[in-house]
């Protein structure tokens, strides 16, 4: 069974998700991480970044930690956004 959430991973080219994952490996800060999900949000069809990053950990593109480290930072800035 295939569901929307998984497309953004399956119709991305390999070359294009090592991409992705490489960019965000650069990321060191929580600030590195957020200003590429801005730029990957606005610039991109391939849906938000977390669910791409979601895809990534469904298919094991990437580990459990990475991926934790990464939605950790996601969710904590929509939570500071959500107490204002």
Not at 5 to 10: A, G, I, L, Q, S
Request: positive net charge.
């Amino acid at each position: 069974m295939t569901t929307t959430t998984h497309r953004p991973v399956e119709s991305m080219s390999r070359g294009v998700r090592d991409a992705i994952v490489d960019q965000l490996r650069a990321c060191h800060t929580p600030e590195e991480i957020l200003h590429f999900e801005n730029w990957f949000n606005s610039q991109t069809n391939s849906g938000p970044l977390h669910e791409v990053i979601c895809d990534f950990l469904r298919t094991r593109s990437i580990s459990r930690g990475l991926a934790a480290k990464w939605l950790g930072v996601l969710i904590a800035d929509r939570e500071s956004k959500l107490k204002l």
